[in-house]
């Protein structure tokens, strides 16, 4: 059973996506691999970032992700709750789209789609991210604030984040 909302169908550019959100023990093994390889390949290799990516987080997270049309995993994010990565904010993280669907939109979807997820789930809340310093411009037409807390993770400059909720 999916804990997270309605089986979202958009068409991109690409076709057909199909979004679906799961807690981590309701995806199977097909999308877990699909998630790994997804991000392997652009955290990883594109990013040459050699890092462990299951850094057991993943368990206690909501793992949206977007199927093409082929089946093939183009875009995902994890919604982390309240206390995992930070102590009084639910956050968005490993926002990822493949490189095949770049540059199309999907990366506003996706992130659209994470915020609408984070309510879903959540409610109306704060939501904080560690976003890549070069994308500050893409988060803040999402709402995005900077806290102006810029650092150096696994070697690349990111920026921490906050999505005030205006209604809370």
Known sequence: MELFCTFVQIYVKFGIMNWTCKYFDELTLRELYEIGKLRQE?????QN???VDFDGRDPFCYHLMCFDENNVLVAYSRIVPKGISYENYISIGRVITS???RNSG?????MIESIKACESIF???DIKIS?????LKFYSSLEFES???EYLED?????????????C
């Open 49 to 51: 970032c050699p890092y």
């Open 147 to 149: 806290t102006g807390k």
């Open 155 to 167: 070697g690349i400059p990111h920026t921490e984040m906050i999505r005030s909720c205006i209604e």
């Open 42 to 46: 652009v955290f990883v290799l594109e």
């Open 106 to 110: 999907i990366g506003r979807l996706l």
């Open 123 to 125: 409610g109306k809340v």
């Open 99 to 101: 490189s095949a669907v």
């Open 131 to 135: 976003a890549q310093t070069y994308l």
